[in-house]
DNA sequence: CTCTGTGCAAAGCGTTTGCAAACGA
DNA sequence: TCGTTTGCAAACGCTTTGCACAGAG
């Protein structure tokens, strides 16, 4: 249980049960989609609105407090920000998986000679995982 | 002007000029978004639907003749398919560029363990523009 | 106390669908 | 000719907006 409190509040978020509940949700869970998490913090909040969830999740990846993540031929998903790190998603199954991958060395070399300054590197690998096979 | 009349066959595609048109704008272009595409076509097809471009472009993706490339904070673009290539986006002028990236190797280094089979890969790294620095 | 956030309902907007006419093979 | 595609308009679904009330600082 992280002290979400704080790292809002470094973000300059106002500090509520709802926007506390988002990150809890996406720490437990890693990545969530919009249903999800409202599906998720629905059993905290019944009577919650999902323009809250929107409201927030906008304000949230605007504040660099959280990124969206686009995957190919379904629904976004969103994540706290913590360390770069590729995706594997099941084309089959839809599973999400982060991995440890770092291809910075290949990009800051290749970019060199480009001039232009990387801020952000999505990386998305589709296919099929291993309990599909 | 490559002979897209034998590459939508090739992909069980009936030949229009509709879609013809489509092909020929990507081949030009490089990338372009919905919009951008009714708008380039518009000039040449005066009746042309939205609809039109929908469906052709969810067709032609589904038959892997074109792919989407999904874009942080702005529309997706369509293109082609061709060799495995990453996207530079520059995040101030929304500019898209090709560059010549292969990371198969990384990849493939480290999913060995992984057992999870890679159909496709996206990258795309956002930023700021040699332009716009 | 003031300003911001929440929930609700309505509005907005990109995308999809149904249908009749036109067209490709 | 037969099945597919096109264009149009309506429908759809996700996202955003406006507003009154509640809550954070």
């Not at 990150?23 to 323009?51: P, Q, R, T, W």
Request: aromatic share 6%; net charge positive; charged share 25%.
């Amino acid at each position: 249980m992280s002290n979400y409190t704080e790292k809002l509040r470094k973000h300059n978020l106002k500090v509520t049960p709802q926007r506390l509940a988002i990150c809890e949700a996406l720490h437990v869970n890693g990545h969530l989609s919009i249903d999800d998490l409202y599906n998720v913090m629905l059993k905290k909040f019944s009577s919650l609105s999902l323009a809250t969830i929107y409201k927030n999740v906008n304000l949230m990846v605007k504040s660099s407090f959280i990124k969206e993540i686009k995957i190919p031929n379904a629904k976004s998903i969103y994540e706290l920000i913590k360390d770069s790190h590729a995706h594997l998603v099941c084309e089959k199954c839809g599973s999400v998986e982060d991995i440890d991958i770092n291809i910075d060395f290949v990009i800051s070399d290749v970019l060199k000679n480009q001039n232009f300054k990387v801020n952000n590197i999505d990386l998305v690998l589709s296919g099929i995982c291993k309990k599909c096979q």
